[in-house]
């Protein structure tokens, strides 16, 4: 395992991308859960800002592969607020003192954890759960139930 050190604002991480790459490859797509919120977020990986990929992307994560994803509620302007989280292998180096979302974009925060909700196969040791809140358009062609 080859770990590197990444930087979320006080967050200091050491993380085995490869690893964690390698075990996205055999986790399933996301949109298999035929809910209008998946599907709406499934759709919207394809076009995520680069801020949100570069997140994704320097822990190992493909966003369209199964995490655990939520519409908590549409905004009155139609966008929706998803939460969610994904896992990837790493430990925490160093975290803030007071523990909030840090926001990589206006529309877009994460934080991180190593108490994580659930396992999701193949289980990656040492684990480290990336947690996100964020607000979407909504692109489906079907007007959102929410």
């Not at 925060?109 to 979407?136: R, W």
Request: charged share 20%.
């Amino acid at each position: 395992m080859a770990y590197t050190q990444v930087q979320f604002g006080d967050w200091i991480l050491e993380v085995d991308v490869e690893s964690t790459k390698e075990a996205y490859v055999h986790r399933p797509y996301i949109n298999r859960c035929r809910c209008q919120g998946c599907q709406n977020y499934f759709k919207l990986c394809s076009s995520l800002p680069a801020e949100i990929l570069a997140t994704f992307n320097s822990l190992g994560i493909d966003p369209m592969k199964e995490g655990e994803v939520s519409v908590l509620y549409k905004n009155d302007d139609g966008t929706h607020v998803y939460d969610g989280f994904y896992t990837f292998t790493g430990t925490i180096l160093k975290q803030p003192i007071e523990q909030s979302l840090l926001p990589c974009t206006n529309t877009f925060s994460i934080s991180f954890t190593d108490k994580i909700s659930i396992l999701t196969p193949p289980v990656l040791k040492p684990m480290l759960q990336i947690n996100f809140m964020a607000t979407f358009p909504w692109i489906l062609k079907e007007s959102s139930e929410y």
